[in-house]
């Protein structure tokens, strides 16, 4: 089974740390997600990676940077935590390539309290 | 995407059948109807998706309109763990694309 876990399942933080969530996934997927999920407003997309060391925007980019160093391993990082960033965060990953089912494969969330 | 609409919540029996609907009448020629559900504090889990024929694997049937304007998910032997989020996405299917998850029917099984 795809196996993608995520650092923490609960963090409590306070306003203008810098936070660093991890997920890592074991099965060799190319594409790793990074999204937040908010009461009334679904899921939305942060940033993705295609591939190591490549990083694309998503519809919130700001605020948040990323790292992929490896392929297993993709980094959500907060610069400066802000209370508007208190969430659930969800990382996901996917096969790539031409007729691939394109099935996301969730991690179980961190939910993120900024004080 | 093209847009969804589904209802807010359900309620059905364990054991019986469950049947979420999901309106997509701007769907395009080339998106597919995927469906995910989310247990509560728990990240979003694929179900099943189509294009335009029906659909059924271990979990799931997904019926689709012949003018696949909508479509339905049906669990049929629901359980208590099937209590959970259940959200229709119509999307392109290129791997590696973003998903965009609206707001979902919540289905709660009742014993």
């Known amino acids: 089974d795809v196996k993608v876990t995520q650092s923490s399942r609960y963090l409590v933080k306070r306003t203008g740390e810098k936070v660093f969530l991890e997920c890592v996934q074991d099965m060799d997927h190319e594409n790793m997600f990074w999204y937040r999920q908010d009461p009334g407003l679904g899921l939305r997309l942060i940033y993705f990676s295609y591939d190591v060391k490549m990083k694309e925007k998503g519809d919130i980019p700001e605020g948040y940077s990323v790292s992929r160093e490896k392929k297993e391993r993709f980094s959500l990082i907060l610069e400066s935590a802000s209370t508007n960033q208190t969430s659930m965060y969800l990382c996901a990953s996917s096969l790539s390539g031409q007729g691939i089912r394109d099935e996301q494969f969730f991690g179980p969330g961190t939910r993120l309290t900024v004080l | 995407d093209a847009k969804t609409t589904q209802p807010p919540s359900m309620d059905c029996a364990e054991g019986r059948a469950a049947n979420l609907p999901c309106n997509h009448s701007t769907i395009s020629g080339n998106e597919y109807v995927y469906w995910y559900r989310q247990i509560h504090s728990q990240g979003p889990q694929y179900i099943i998706h189509?294009?335009?024929n029906n659909e059924t694997n271990e979990m799931a049937s997904l019926i689709i309109t012949e003018d696949r304007k909508s479509s339905t998910l049906i669990l049929p032997h629901a359980t208590l763990r099937d209590t959970a989020v259940y959200y229709c996405i119509v999307r392109v299917n290129n791997a590696g694309n973003m998903l965009t998850f609206g707001g979902g029917t919540r289905l709660m099984v009742k014993p």
């Open positions: 189509g294009l335009k």
